[in-house]
């Protein structure tokens, strides 16, 4: 069974920048599509970048269109979330997830809606502070 692993949040100033990696002990998640997705207190989770299998399709929420950047390396087994220019509303709980489909795999698309995604980490926290 796939389990992300998360790691890379913290504590950050408003303009800053974090990266975040996401991957997986014992399980190879580059024959998969992976979304990152994050959850403020008392809001709901929402898609925020998602990249395909081989890296050739990214998407991302118009919320962080231009900041966040979403990139992976097959090789070690990891998958980036550089987000630059941090704002107080980008404090939330990132999660990254894998969508196991045959869809996603065979065409190499991603997509951000939470459905679409079957296995998930535990989550870090990303606080950014004004």
């Known amino acids: 069974q796939l389990r992300p692993v998360e790691s890379g949040g913290g504590l950050v100033q408003s303009g800053e920048s974090l990266t975040l990696t996401c991957s997986a002990s014992?399980?190879?998640?580059?024959?998969?599509?992976i979304g990152w997705f994050r959850q403020a207190p008392g809001r709901e989770r929402e898609g925020v970048a998602c990249i395909s299998k081989s890296g050739g399709t990214s998407k991302y929420a118009t919320s962080v269109k231009g900041r966040f950047t979403i990139s992976r390396d097959n090789a070690k087994n990891t998958i980036n979330l550089r987000m630059a220019t941090l704002r107080s509303e980008d404090t939330a709980v990132y999660y990254c997830?894998?969508?196991?489909?045959?869809?996603?795999?065979?065409?190499?698309?991603?997509?951000?809606?939470?459905?679409?995604?079957?296995?998930w980490g535990q989550g870090t926290q990303v606080t950014v502070s004004s």
């Open positions: 997830a894998v969508d196991a489909s045959n869809t996603a795999a065979s065409q190499d698309i991603c997509v951000i809606p939470e459905f679409a995604y079957d296995y």
């Open positions: 014992g399980s190879s998640l580059g024959g998969f599509a």
